[in-house]
């Protein structure tokens, strides 16, 4: 399990950390609170590497990512995301979240539906609304 590529992008004002295994169609790999990519996603990485491109998120506040001095929301999470997706270059892709990945993947489905091919959503609160 080596990376094919890791880095940083600029997005919206900090330096979101990312990296990528494998090759296919994107699958976006969000982390729960207080996590990492390696540390919720070892074991998908090491299962999935060979039939997607898995590409794993720190968010801010999170693993290498930097901080920023505003208020934490999963809506800002999913615009990051989206921002960072913007600068690799990937205009659809599948979203998997765990815990609070999980809900920062429905804002990302919610503001942000057309770069969204599937939504994988893993051990998340949600509320329905009418």
Do not use: C
């Not at 976006?28 to 609170?33: F, S, V």
């Not at 999935?48 to 590409?55: A, H, M, S, V, Y």
């Not at 720190?58 to 999913?78: C, K, M, V, W, Y």
Request: proline share 3%.
């Amino acid at each position: 399990m080596n990376p094919v590529e890791t880095g940083y992008k600029k997005v919206n004002g900090i330096q979101l950390y990312y990296e990528i295994y494998g090759s296919g169609k994107p699958l976006i790999l969000i982390h729960g609170g207080g996590s990492s990519i390696l540390y919720d996603f070892k074991e998908v990485i090491t299962r999935l590497e060979g039939k997607f491109q898995l590409i794993g998120v720190d968010l801010q506040n999170h693993g290498r990512s930097e901080h920023r001095n505003i208020p934490e929301t999963f809506e800002q999470d999913a615009d990051d995301v989206a921002g960072l997706l913007k600068e690799l270059n990937i205009n659809k892709a599948s979203f998997w979240g765990f815990s609070n990945g999980g809900s920062t993947v429905m804002q990302i489905g919610h503001r942000h539906p057309g770069i969204v091919e599937k939504l994988i959503v893993a051990s998340a609160f949600y509320k329905k609304t009418e």
